[in-house]
């Protein structure tokens, strides 16, 4: 069945670590996101890739880093430089621009 | 820029109730995309509609209904006869011609009570 990965499901990050979620797609779309979302915030835009090896930071994107090799993977990597990282974390993918998104099931990290 | 609003942050119900979800949204646009999505306890967010600017007849899915008003910038989203499995978070979302990025709105959490 086609759709977006996303993993793993449940990630502890100790202070000053790095931490990579895996975002995943068998969809043959070209649009991969990340959003973050804190409970009455909605989702945030973090990072955003519209083609493979190209990608724009989000309204939030500080403290995150991404990258986009292949169509199907759009990994998001939280560095030690976010301060505040505990959140739940959605991937999403559109096939083009203008039309409805698709999500993954989400990452939640916690700080611990 | 382009911004939603989802001025109701909880809403409680008891069953069989009809319920409406109120998004306002604003963009200088005049080609774009407005869209509902719902998501369960899960967490994953399921795609109910989506609407271009374009088109503002109303639809009707089963219990579900959405009123878009371009004169007052307003895409509602009512159930009608709520059910326990309609309790979820739901988000209204939209993107502009221009750079085509969804925004969301922060989201209006349903309870329906049995």
């Known amino acids: 069945d086609g759709g977006i990965t996303q993993s793993p499901k449940y990630l502890f990050r100790k202070e000053g670590q790095n931490v990579t979620l895996s975002c995943e797609q068998n969809?043959?779309?070209?649009?991969m996101y990340w959003y973050r979302q804190d409970p009455g915030q909605g989702l945030r835009l973090i990072y955003y890739?519209?083609?493979?090896?190209?990608?724009q930071k989000g309204d939030i994107a500080e403290g995150y880093s991404v990258s986009r090799e292949k169509k199907e993977s759009f990994p998001l990597t939280v560095t030690s430089a976010q301060k505040n990282p505990t959140a739940f974390y959605l991937c999403?993918?559109?096939?083009?621009?203008?039309?409805?998104?698709?999500f993954g099931q989400g990452t939640r990290l916690t700080v611990v | 820029a382009q911004k939603v609003t989802q001025a109701q942050t909880e809403i409680s119900v008891v069953e069989k109730e009809d319920v409406t979800l109120d998004c306002v949204y604003e963009t200088r646009d005049t080609t774009y995309y407005l869209f509902w999505y719902k998501q369960p306890p899960s967490g994953e967010l399921v795609f109910l509609i989506r609407?271009?600017?374009?088109?503002?007849q109303n639809e009707i899915s089963g219990r579900y209904s959405w009123n878009f008003q371009k004169s007052t910038s307003s895409f509602n989203f009512t159930i009608t006869a709520s059910q326990v499995v309609d309790s979820a978070v739901y988000f209204c979302a939209l993107s502009e011609e221009g750079s085509y990025i969804p925004t969301f709105g922060r989201g209006t959490s349903l309870i329906v009570h049995p």
């Open positions: 890739s519209q083609i493979v090896n190209d990608f």
């Open positions: 969809l043959n779309h070209d649009a």
């Open positions: 609407r271009n600017s374009f088109d503002e």
């Open positions: 999403a993918s559109t096939p083009w621009l203008g039309t409805e998104a698709f």
